[in-house]
């Protein structure tokens, strides 16, 4: 790979010309990262942090696709906190699936036995966020899959 092909992208023209820095999710991240100063969700941020568009980030959280296209939709209870329950399960599964991107696999293709085979997405997107938190605290204090 060349050194060009490293560099950033830069926004504007000329003299004024800047970098943008996106986030990056090399290894373990903070749900805080991603979060503004009033506790939301920052929609965007974590579509790019996973290398998703907002339609699929819309459906691995079991959301319509044009529910991030609203800002009064995106920051809605319903949106905010099935992404925040997704956020929070790869939060606790990263240190042992080897990193975010790594635990962002296994929360959407790793069959879970414990509940039929089903993965965390689609248990999430079925309102059993609760279950999946539990299940995983349940693996992280030692107990059996």
């Known amino acids: 790979m060349t050194q060009a092909a490293n560099k950033a992208p830069v ?10 820095v996106r986030p990056a999710l090399t290894g373990r991240f903070s749900i805080t990262s991603l979060m503004d100063e009033r506790g939301a969700v920052k929609v965007d941020d974590v579509a790019e942090a996973f290398s998703m568009s907002k339609a699929q980030l819309a459906d691995t959280a079991g959301l319509a696709r044009e ?14 906190s099935r992404v925040r329950e ?3 399960i790869i939060n606790l599964v990263q240190g042992w699936a080897g990193g975010a991107a790594q635990a962002m696999a ?5 069959p ?20 999946v938190r539990d299940y995983v605290d349940h693996l992280a204090t030692g107990g059996y899959a």
Do not use: C, H
Not at 13 to 20: H, L
Not at 106 to 110: L, V
């Open 106 to 110: 296994w929360y959407r293709a790793e």
């Open 11 to 20: 926004s504007g023209e000329g003299k004024r010309a800047r970098r943008i």
């Open 67 to 80: 529910v991030f296209q609203k800002a009064s939709r995106r920051d809605g209870p319903k949106a905010q």
């Open 112 to 131: 879970i036995p414990a509940f039929g085979g089903r993965t965390a997405e689609a248990l999430v997107k079925s309102g059993n966020a609760t279950a």
């Open 86 to 88: 997704m956020l929070e």
